[in-house]
């Protein structure tokens, strides 16, 4: 799990970013929290290609508010989470414009952050994988691997929002590392998430319009393999949303 926090009052940010953490480790939750002092950055970084699954942001900020940069998010089609922080509910209307997951008002406390993050990751898939990038070690969530192709000497992760990660180890070892279910072998050079494919012929088209190749000779037991993974999955599904309906009587 990735969380972005942008505030340009220094104290406020560090608050609320020693909050987080404190929730993240009371629950053994792996999460790679940044810092913003300014929505811009904020902005570019997720231009570039950055991935948060969510992102706080403080409504009165030096140059953008929090509800232009909320706006501008969500013009570069980010999906994810949006709460905003603030001393007012001035801007309370606005923030369901850009369908905000929440609203919290300073002073920031424990019970207002946990009661938000206990909503916020009911529902959230929170396996990662580790991948080191220079002196940084990112956090990618499996449900936002794409799949992972291999390259010549290295190994390259393609995510949600379109980054990518250069890994120097062998197609066979991320494997193992990820040993989830979701993800499939499709071929000597790629290992494909199966929540992402849209189709399946000759080889594997992406959500996103990427192609996976298929091994040939094992074209109709990796298909197979994939029907197999989506009739469990619709099935599995159903039964939950079978149990949550009321029940009569």
Same mark, same amino acid.
């Given at each position: ?32 929290? @940044? ?6 950055? %904020? ?43 603030? +001393? ?32 916020? @990751? ?39 929002? +379109? ?42 088209? %992406? ?11 094992? %074209? ?30």
């Amino acid at each position: 799990m990735r969380i972005a926090i942008c505030d340009d009052n220094a104290l406020d940010r560090a608050l609320i970013m020693d909050l987080l953490q404190q929730y993240l480790e009371d629950r053994s939750i792996r999460c790679e929290l @940044t810092g913003y002092e300014d929505g811009v950055t %904020l902005i570019c970084d997720m231009e570039d290609g950055l991935w948060f699954d969510a992102v706080f942001l403080d409504i009165y900020m030096r140059g953008l508010l929090g509800i232009e940069v909320a706006r501008r998010l969500r013009s570069l089609h980010y999906d994810g989470a949006i709460v905003f922080l603030t +001393g007012t509910k001035k801007f309370a209307v606005d923030s369901y414009e850009v369908s905000a997951f929440g609203y919290l008002l300073k002073p920031h406390s424990a019970e207002k952050i946990y009661k938000l993050m206990d909503r916020l @990751t009911h529902d959230f898939d929170i396996s990662a994988y580790q991948v080191q990038q220079w002196n940084r070690l990112i956090l990618i969530p499996y449900n936002d691997i794409q799949y992972v192709e291999s390259s010549n000497s290295k190994c390259i992760l393609h995510s949600k929002g +379109g980054a990518t990660y250069n890994i120097y180890k062998r197609l066979d070892t991320i494997e193992q590392e990820l040993n989830d279910p979701r993800f499939l072998r499709s071929h000597q050079s790629f290992l494909v998430n199966m929540d992402y494919i849209r189709q399946a012929d000759k080889h594997f088209e %992406l959500l996103t319009g990427d192609i996976v190749s298929i091994r040939q000779r094992d %074209l109709k037991a990796i298909r197979q393999q994939y029907l197999d993974y989506i009739e469990k999955k619709s099935a599995s599904d159903s039964d939950m949303k079978s149990k949550a309906l009321p029940q009569g009587g």
